[in-house]
T-cell receptor, first 112, second 120 residues
Framework: AQTVTQSQPEMSVQEAETVTLSCTYDTSESDYYLFWYKQPPSRQMILVIRQEAYKQQNATENRFSVNFQKAAKSFSLKISDSQLGDAAMYFC?????????WGAGTKLIIKP | DTGVSQNPRHKITKRGQNVTFRCDPI?????LYWYRQTLGQGPEFLTY????????KSRLLSDRFSAERPKGSFSTLEIQRTEQGDSAMYLC??????????????????FGPGTRLTVL
């Protein structure tokens, strides 16, 4: 069975600092996609960053980057220069063809 | 607004009543998904359509749940004889059949704001 595990229910970071959110997954597929989604309070889920498993290069999107370790099945998200608007639930998700397999989420708190 | 829309945004109902939710996907997306999300958890897959065909249903989708996408555009999710355990956020998402790279396995899903159901 495919699973996604986020072991940090909550993380906090000082504004302008860097924070890393952890995600591990399990799949028997060799080609797959991994995503980080952000869900602000009372707002809809939006895609933060995407990683193709066949690419060795880690994806980056402005202040957001990932550390993708395929052998270890690890997919962490690094947020640099944290901003108040980054406060949200962050979900790691594994693409399983027709559906996404989701982790339980990490609540990110930004301290001003 | 060209994003995914869902109506209603909130629904409060009494146990035993039937409720229906609507999802309008991004117009050029032929895949549509329904998820359920309870507080503090990630979304749980319920069902998936490709055009008007319902291709997969989760075991979470009991006989009281039914989803349709009659013309391959909007979709409805109906819950009959609601129970308190049905209280949750119901999320709809859509995706194109092919991602920007043209790979069929690419599955970036675009989410609507959700319908929050409260069963009293």
């Amino acid at each position: 069975a495919q699973t996604v595990t986020q072991s940090q229910p909550e993380m906090s970071v000082q504004e302008a600092e860097t924070v890393t959110l952890s995600c591990t997954y399990d799949t028997s597929e060799s080609d797959y996609y991994l995503f980080w989604y952000k869900q602000p309070p009372s707002r809809q889920m939006i895609l933060v960053i995407r990683q193709e498993a066949y690419k060795q290069q880690n994806a980056t999107e402005n202040r957001f980057s990932v550390n993708f370790q395929k052998a270890a099945k690890s997919f962490s998200l690094k947020i640099s220069d944290s901003q108040l608007g980054d406060a949200a639930m962050y979900f790691c998700a594994l693409d399983s063809n027709y559906q996404l397999i989701w982790g339980a989420g990490t609540k990110l708190i930004i301290k001003p | 607004d060209t994003g995914v829309s869902q109506n209603p945004r909130h629904k409060i109902t009494k146990r035993g009543q039937n409720v229906t939710f609507r999802c309008d996907p991004i117009s050029e997306h032929n895949r549509l998904y329904w998820y359920r999300q309870t507080l503090g958890q990630g979304p749980e897959f319920l069902t998936y359509f490709q055009n008007e065909a319902q291709l997969e249903k989760s075991r979470l989708l009991s006989d009281r749940f039914s989803a349709e996408r009659p013309k391959g555009s909007f979709s409805t999710l109906e819950i009959q004889r609601t129970e308190q355990g049905d209280s949750a956020m119901y999320l709809c998402a859509s995706s194109p059949e092919l991602g920007p790279s043209g790979r069929t396995t690419y599955n970036e899903q675009f989410f609507g704001p959700g319908t929050r159901l409260t069963v009293l």
